[in-house]
């Protein structure tokens, strides 16, 4: 009983490791590819048979084959910035990329192993060509495409400042490259260089192109300049304009204040004419007594407190107060009542206008013959 199942157990153990066996060795033999992959198979280091690129499971030598995958898409190479001189002489930091893929894994694989390898190939490769292209051209051929025509209209009409001759000149000139034909010379001569390491250069683009430090600061200097220069011609026209404004409405406020002026004169003259046609009118209607109210009206005027007038007396400015002086004794009259007394508190009472007309002529004595006596003094003195 032991002894068979002893056996048992080592045939168990057997077929166990044999079984392992099998297992270990089927997993070496089969691989997958996927669909964004290609193989190589290598056997002790050496590329065996064509590469593979078809998705699915595959088979091998186990344990003595191995697989090297690579990937069928498109990938990405970033240049580093270089400084690069022009045609003219100008220094320019200049940034590329491009794209690529894996045509030919073999060859790849023996030329420059893996995707690092690669990249460090392109790096010579394009760059090299980047530097021979750029320096073979001016800059305004890099950064112009054939497309972009500039007339000397177009710099017109968009308020364009030109510095010189030599700016404007730069801006209308005919561009025979462009940045589309550099991208595409570059392309193909970097695409040439390729195929010997299993690569194709699908696309090639510049992705930034500007001036090194130095230069920038000048430029940099230069469009400031020119702007303070185009903000001072700005500034100068608006002022201009700003006093033709000015200019142009104290014109008009002129205009408006000599209308005005005019038609108030033209109003005084009405209202003058209408107060002499209303003066005569009041003239024509009783001529006498409107000369003895004009002259007492002027005897407040002329004659006041310490005046003295040398005149005649039979001059006619004192007709008035001679005729009312040979009325009575001016100084023995009785005293004028006031004009109260006479109209009374009662304003419905109505006064005796004559009685009112005499007080006002025997005040008008009485202050008329004081006069008269003042000025016979120095008349009979002279």
Known sequence: MAAV?????????????????????????????????QVIILQFGAPVGEPID???????????QEVRRFDKRLLTWDG??????????????????????????????ESVRDEQGAQSRLDDIIDSVVRDEISSLELVE??????????????ERDQVVVSSETDEETLTREIRIGREGLTERILEKASAQTPTIGIELVDFRIKRLNYVEQVRKKVYDRMISERE????????????????????TEKKLREIQSV?????????????AEATRIYGQAFSSDPEFYAFLRTLESY????????????????????????????????????IPDLKDIIGDDKSEEADLP?????EVDLLGNDAASNETETSAPASGS
């Open 5 to 37: 199942r002893k056996s048992t157990l080592l045939a168990t153990v057997f077929f166990g490791i044999v079984g392992l066996f099998v297992l270990i060795t089927l997993g070496s033999a089969m691989y997958s590819v996927d669909e964004k992959e």
């Open 54 to 64: 078809d998705p699915g499971l595959h088979f091998k030598k186990p344990f003595i």
């Open 80 to 109: 580093f910035p270089n400084e690069i001189p022009t045609k003219g002489r100008e220094f320019i930091f200049v940034d590329t990329t491009a794209r690529w893929k894996i045509v030919k894994p073999q060859l790849f694989l």
């Open 142 to 155: 890099i950064v112009r495409s054939t497309t972009w025509d500039v007339a000397r209209a177009d710099l």
């Open 229 to 248: 220069r185009i903000a001072t011609q700005f500034r100068s026209e608006g002022e201009g304009r700003s006093a033709e404004i000015r200019g142009e």
């Open 260 to 272: 005005a002026q005019r038609k108030a004169e033209e109003i005084k003259g009405k209202a003058d």
């Open 300 to 335: 407040p005027t002329t004659i006041g407190s310490g005046t003295t007038l040398v005149l005649g007396t039979d001059t006619s400015y004192f007709q008035y107060l001679k005729e009312l002086g040979s009325i009575g004794d001016l100084e023995n009259a009785p005293p």
């Open 355 to 359: 009685e009112l007309l005499d007080g």
